[in-house]
């Protein structure tokens, strides 16, 4: 008998179904939510998005878009681009005011969109958003994108008071030397030196706070291997003689980039603020005041000078051996005021 073989029956492979696709909206919305709000660089968010149409479509919604933070919108001077820009403004419709800030002063000092700039800081401004305030201030202080005679010393006061009340350190000191000095506001010494001191005492603890949490993240794996104490915090000497410089706002960054790297022209006989952290150009010449004893920097504001005098200015200000004619401005304050080592805390 022949025997007759037995047909093999392919079982149908069943597909799995994708839990990716059976996930909410909502839920994609608030995971992309933390991601832009914390994310270190805007490719990391960029990334994400270019990995699928969908995440593409929920991460652009206005409700992620809002939440921003500043390293997310940290974009590179050599990297701008017209989908840079257009991502910025999506995040502005969205409400972001980082993104308000951050693209009011690339269309102000870059793209010399004055009015334009000027607005968006204004909205994020309104909504107590303090480097705005703090920035709308040293704009009406110097008359900015204008003439000399459009300055507004009170119009700079009243702003440095508001980003002040907030906490804004260069805020704080700015208000500080104001009142030191009666510039656009009644001479009040005692008050101003109080603000001086509070700006250094913030500016101290938020160094000391950074450090803590380096330190104890060190300590705990040192005391995983070693059983050892962890310490309540690290010391530092000198009363803040080595506290680190303050973060810098991204957008500080990108205005240095995009003036000291060629990407657009300072034009002739117009400075940036000598101030590392800054990088603010003058809108005319001689916009910023020099130095009243070298000559050889110039600031946008006091506090600029301030920070800059204790972290690098001070081991290298030299007196010229010609008396030094000051092309500021004739209004009383033609240089800048040197910063006494005494108004700061433990200064040297």
Not at 35 to 52: E, G, K, Q, W
Request: glycine share 8%.
């Amino acid at each position: 008998m022949v025997q007759r073989k037995k047909l093999r029956t392919c079982r149908k492979l069943v597909e799995k179904p994708d839990l990716f696709d059976a996930l909410p909206d909502d839920l994609l919305e608030c995971v992309l939510s933390k991601l832009i709000s914390s994310a270190p660089s805007p490719s990391d968010f960029i990334n994400v998005l270019l990995t699928c149409k969908r995440l593409n479509r929920v991460g652009l919604r206005p409700t992620v878009l809002s939440q921003a933070g500043p390293k997310a919108l940290a974009v590179k001077a050599k990297n701008w681009s017209d989908s840079a820009h257009r991502f910025l403004k999506r995040c502005v419709f969205a409400g972001n005011l980082e993104a308000c800030y951050t693209l009011g002063m690339i269309r102000f000092y870059c793209l010399q969109n004055r009015s334009s700039g000027t607005s968006l800081m204004a909205k994020a401004a309104m909504k107590s958003h303090a480097p705005a305030l703090y920035s709308l201030a040293v704009i009406q202080f110097n008359g900015s994108g204008g003439g000399k005679n459009e300055k507004d010393l009170r119009a700079g006061v009243a702003l440095c008071a508001r980003a002040a009340s907030i906490g804004h350190v260069d805020a704080v000191r700015e208000l500080g030397h104001c009142l030191q000095d009666g510039y656009g506001v009644r001479q009040n010494i005692e008050k101003g030196r109080r603000l001086l001191i509070e700006a250094n005492a913030r500016e101290f603890f938020q160094s000391v706070s950074k450090t803590r949490t380096r330190h104890q993240s060190y300590y705990f794996q040192l005391a995983r291997a070693t059983d050892a104490q962890i310490p309540c915090s690290p010391l530092l000497s000198d009363f803040g003689y080595n506290v680190e410089a303050p973060e810098v706002h991204p957008v500080n960054n990108f205005l240095k980039e995009w003036f000291e790297s060629g990407v657009s022209d300072l034009g002739n006989g117009l400075r940036l603020c000598s101030y590392s952290g800054c990088g603010r150009p003058e809108t005319r010449v001689h916009e910023y005041r020099r130095c009243s004893v070298c000559g050889k920097v110039n600031y946008c504001s006091r506090a600029c000078q301030a920070i800059d005098w204790k972290t690098r200015h001070k081991r290298e200000c030299v007196p010229p051996l010609a008396p030094l004619i000051n092309d500021g401005d004739a209004d009383g304050l033609e240089g800048m005021v040197e910063i006494a080592p005494a108004e700061f805390v433990g200064g040297h």
